[in-house]
């Protein structure tokens, strides 16, 4: 524990630091004149900068301008002095450090470029000479250019003077020594300071002569360095890891991160050769398959540094991408193809996965890394929270089926190599683990960049200090292996990451979200079905179509990607992308459904004019639902109706729509098919009612005919209202004033209510024994939201299909559902489980959480009654909840400025159900509905090349589970075997489970890691377990 330091002591110690670095360091922040209008350096020097006018520090002693990418210039000149407070400055080299808010800075010395930076590159220390002599003179212009959405700033202009001799330190280093000594003695030998305060308080005022500077600074520096037994001296050691986090997209396209990192990458190899102690680590397959492939010579020159141990690589995924937004399968993806272009390129996989600006992590992964051969965990994000600290920086890090990791909350990433900042980090991580050793991550980053020279020479300066901790370099690996000891008895937390900030990013650029959403469901089908032909037909499998499409969904899952928080561009490149991969999809699909319908038997067609339909279900269990036929093809004027029979002509009920489709419910087995006739109808036109009900087996609907809210939704079975109050009311509020506006939503929205949304139609749109369909059409703003309620037979489902022209700014829109019943917590869908957060959150970090993600659902159930009611609030692209005791909301649509002014405007499309339920969320299957919702059944119509056959069968499934709780996540073939498949699903309850898998197609063989390793495994499915199976095709 750190003790109370009186304040007269810690004064003293200043006022010394203060004086020491006052006779190195010149601040000329006031000395800058300006010109505003643009040109090119030739155009002022060498005499037009000292006629321009002086420029104004703000009340931060800032130099600001406009925003929006404006230019200004700065210049000044600046002469070496004899000495500083007396102390000589001859010889010493004379460094201009500087730090700016500027899309881009240029810095210009005697007419010469010698650096450009950005806002990530923003704090350098430029070097203008070696070894000043008295008298000489620098003319220093800057051209900055201000950020697009923001003002521009120039915080900090310093002229420092230093020696590089440690032996003959000047007096800023003193001074940094002297702060080193103060913050250790704070924090291990508090009791020491009034001696240190005593002795420095004793020197502050001396004179110093030029003949004895010299003697004065070596007599000073007694004064401390004999306490360094109080201060651990080498004991403590500080790691050093070179970094240079690099955004594959965000304030730029991905276009421009290949040069970055080509840059980057060429810049640390060319360091490491004058530097040799230098280690460099950098995350991302993806980027390296890049460098592979278009800059083979600087791929080579990477693996043999990676052979030497001087680059380190790590991370694990694909890409370092959103971990709150992507499905389970997705996880696997990014691990699968990461890990194996690791082990295939480099050697061997990384222990370490790597997150450092991820913005949060669901409660289930540490079961993906472990599973992945990972055994560490960093991130430091977390530092980012707006409300709560988080309480540990080195932990485990425990999911819900009980596998845990070791976690590490690392330092912050793009430092430099600033002892100061360093020494009080190694205090806290001292006083938090215990630990003597801790790591910082020097190295410019977010645009890349990684250590610069000026880093390096200041870290071997420190390297003689008698003071400081010693300095080593070092990989992630090696110090995460060093601190893991099965002794310690270390915390364990069991809960989500959850990121007190950037809440915003669940809603964000909603396009995204649903591409992401649509491609991973469409990938899983095409995937499964495509290696059931091979299985069935022998059509080769699609390999390289499979994973190149898979390869470009993990890309734009990148964390600044799909959260929505780039640039224009980076959409716009985006979405051909998406585009592609549909098409590779859907393609894959279509072959695979017409190959696998080659070997099967249809029954005998009921007569001539039948036309034989197969529905096939990719998930594994029996679905019975309402299919909608697409008649465009079909209809004609001899036949503008049809119906549908089975294979004894019986017909079953149907409905026949005016958008020349056909409606009907269908029951098609766990990965399977069911075949159906489409024969002429003559069926009579329909009526709709005059009032505004819809009404089936299981529900009664009222809709309010004055607002196009819900009035009323009344279980029939339960004799139950669900409702308390206007139920899919639309919310809108103001949300604006946050600087990361894409990002963060305003927390206080809730009190920036705007008007309610006006109705300008409702109108029936279907009306039969299938399917009703009632649309509102609602004004917001500028904007107008077309709301079908949608309620089909069989079904105790509320569907809401929204199509939106959304043209507003900064405006956040929910839709809510007030309930008649009381829940203490929300059950909420994440990768390959579910959480439980409060409804009514009690403590500070239970409050930060009042907007969070999901995946397909939310669900709350009263835990009051006898009978446990519920109600599960489904999505097909939607993330961001609100969940109140009595209330369920669906944040909709979002309209941020920045980095993308057009964020979200235009037409959206999505849709949400509302779904009642007796019993518990596990009870009513409430997993299997999300995904019901979001995985269509798959329908070919008069597949070619079939043949009739009196003991053809109507329905057969290729494999069943057998367990209500078993969802099935991927079946494909293995990565390194063509006669192994690899068959893939998780628990989804919570519950031990006994695998029973049913199939005439395939076998089960051994159980496998997400690598696809052998490994050893439990005979039950354990709770919340995600398990991959060998599986091999019947002969």
């Known amino acids: ?91 010493l080299s004379l460094r201009l450090a500087l730090v700016w808010w500027a899309d881009l800075a240029e810095v210009y010395i005697n007419g010469k470029l010698v650096l450009t930076g950005d806002l990530f590159d923003s704090s350098p220390r430029v070097l203008l000479s070696p070894s000043v002599r008295p008298g000489e003179d620098f003319t220093i212009v800057l051209r900055l250019v201000s950020p697009g959405h923001d003002q521009g700033a120039l915080m900090q202009s310093v002229a420092i003077f230093e020696s590089i001799d440690y032996n003959s330190p000047d007096p800023g280093f003193i001074a940094d020594e002297l702060a080193v000594v103060e913050i250790l003695l704070e924090n291990f030998a508090p009791e020491k300071l009034p001696d240190l305060a005593g002795e420095v308080e004793k020197v502050t005022n001396h004179n110093a002569k030029n003949q004895d500077w010299k003697t004065y600074l070596v007599n000073f520096r007694q004064t401390y360095l004999g306490l360094s037994e109080f201060i651990g001296d080498q004991k403590y050691k500080i790691h050093l890891l070179g970094h240079a986090h690099l955004d594959l997209a965000w304030l730029w396209p991905v276009e421009e991160t290949w040069k970055a990192a080509q840059n980057t990458f060429e810049s640390v190899l060319k360091l490491q050769q004058d530097f040799p102690e230098l280690i460099f680590c950098h995350t991302t397959p993806a980027l390296y398959a890049w460098v592979e492939e278009n800059r083979p010579d600087l791929f080579r020159a990477i693996q043999n540094q990676v052979k030497a141990g001087k680059w380190e690589v790590l991370g694990g995924f694909w890409v370092e991408p959103d971990l709150n937004l992507i499905a389970g399968e997705s996880i696997v993806r990014q691990l699968l193809y990461g890990q194996r272009y690791f082990l295939h390129k480099f050697g061997k996989i990384s222990t370490v996965v790597w997150v450092p600006d991820t913005f949060g992590f669901c409660a289930t992964l540490p ?206 490149d985006a979405r051909p992308e998406w585009e592609t991969v549909e098409k590779i999809g859907r393609k894959i699909l279509e072959d695979s459904l017409t190959a696998i319908a080659s070997k099967i038997s249809l029954p005998q067609i009921p007569n001539f004019e039948n036309i034989p339909i197969i529905i096939f279900n990719s998930l594994n269990w029996e679905r019975s639902q309402v299919v909608t036929i697409d008649l465009g093809k079909i209809i004609t004027e001899d036949y503008p109706l049809w119906k549908i029979t089975d294979s004894a002509g019986r017909e079953i009920i149907s409905q026949n729509c005016e958008n020349s489709t056909l409606l009907f419910f269908a029951t098609v087995p766990s990965v399977g098919y069911s075949i159906f006739w489409l024969s002429p109808s003559s069926s009579p036109g329909k009526k709709f009612p005059k009032n505004w009900t819809l009404e089936n087996e299981y529900l009664q609907i009222q809709v309010n005919p004055e607002t196009g809210d819900l009035t009323s939704v009344f279980d029939k079975i339960q004799q139950r209202e669900i409702l308390n109050g206007a139920g899919n009311q639309l919310q809108a509020f103001t949300d604006s004033g946050q600087y990361w506006d894409a990002w963060n939503i305003d927390p206080n929205y809730n009190t920036k209510p705007l008007p309610a949304t006006i109705l300008k139609l409702i109108a029936w749109q279907e009306y039969g024994e299938i399917q009703q369909r009632l649309r509102v059409v609602r004004q917001l703003g500028k904007s107008e939201f077309c709301q079908d309620y949608i309620l089909e037979v069989g079904s105790p489902i509320l569907k ?27 059950t909420y869908e994440i990768p390959c489980g579910a959480i439980r957060r409060p409804t009514n959150p009690q403590t500070p970090a239970e409050k930060a959480k009042w907007e969070v993600p999901a995946l397909h659902w939310a669900d709350l159930t009263t835990d009051t009654d006898i009978v446990k009611y519920g109600v599960s609030l489904l999505n097909d692209c939607k993330y961001g909840y609100d969940v109140k005791p009595s209330q369920l909301r669906l944040t909709l649509l979002r309209s941020s400025h920045w980095p993308d002014s057009q964020a979200d405007r235009g037409i959206q499309e999505f849709t949400y159900s509302l779904y009642p339920h007796v019993g518990s969320w596990e009870e009513a299957e409430t997993v299997k509905r999300g995904y019901e919702l979001n995985v269509p059944l798959q329908i070919l119509i008069n597949p070619a090349n079939y043949q009739s056959n009196l003991s053809g069968c109507e329905s057969e499934s290729f494999l069943d589970l057998s367990a209500d709780n078993l969802i099935l996540m991927a079946l494909k073939p293995s990565e390194d075997s063509p006669e192994k498949y690899i068959l893939r699903f998780y628990e989804c309850h919570g519950k031990t489970t006994i695998l029973s898998l049913e199939s005439q197609v395939l076998s089960l063989g051994e159980p496998l890691d997400l690598l696809e390793n052998r490994i050893q495994l439990e005979k039950n499915i354990q709770p919340w377990k995600i398990v991959t199976f060998a599986v091999f095709p019947r002969r």
């Open 1 to 91: 524990m750190t003790l109370p330091v009186p304040s007269f002591n810690t004064k003293s110690i200043s006022t010394a630091i203060a004086n020491l670095r006052s006779c190195c360091q010149v601040d000329i922040q006031s000395n800058w004149q300006y010109q505003e209008t643009d040109g090119v350096i030739s155009d002022f020097i060498p005499l037009s900068v000292t006629n321009w006018p002086p420029v104004q520090l703000n009340e931060k002693a800032h130099i600001s301008w406009q925003g929006g990418n404006q230019v200004l210039w700065l210049g000044q000149k600046f002469s070496v002095p004899e000495n500083l407070h007396n102390f000589p400055v001859t010889g």
């Open 367 to 572: 079961q993906f890394f472990v599973n992945a051969g990972i055994e560490f965990f960093v991130t430091q994000k977390l530092r980012w929270n707006d409300t709560t600290k988080f309480d540990y920086s080195l932990f485990f890090w425990r999911s819900l089926d009980g596998s845990q990791i070791l976690s590490f909350m690392s330092a912050p990433i793009g430092e430099t190599i600033e002892p100061v900042k360093m020494a009080k980090y190694a205090c806290e991580w001292k006083t938090q683990t215990g630990l003597q050793n801790s790591l910082w991550l020097p190295g410019v980053g977010d645009h890349g960049g990684g250590p610069t020279r000026d880093m390096l020479e200041t870290g071997r300066r420190w390297e003689s200090s008698q003071i400081f901790p010693k300095l080593e370099f070092t990989t992630a690996e090696k110090y995460l292996q060093q601190i893991k000891s099965p002794s310690q008895n270390l915390p364990v937390w069991e809960d989500e990451l959850y990121l007190e900030f950037h809440r915003g990013c669940y809603t964000t650029h909603g396009d995204q979200k649903r591409w992401n959403r649509q491609s991973e469901h469409l990938l899983y089908s095409a995937e499964l079905f495509a290696t059931l032909a091979n299985i069935l037909s022998g059509a080769e499998f699609p390999q390289i179509e499979i994973e190149t499409a898979w390869k470009k969904v993990l890309f734009n899952q990148f964390h600044d990607i799909l959260p929505g928080s780039s640039i224009t561009q980076v959409y716009e």
């Open 800 to 826: 809401i299909a929204n199509t939106v022209n959304w043209q507003e700014n900064q405006v956040l829109v929910k839709t809510a559902f007030p309930l008649n019943l009381q829940g203490e917590f929300a």
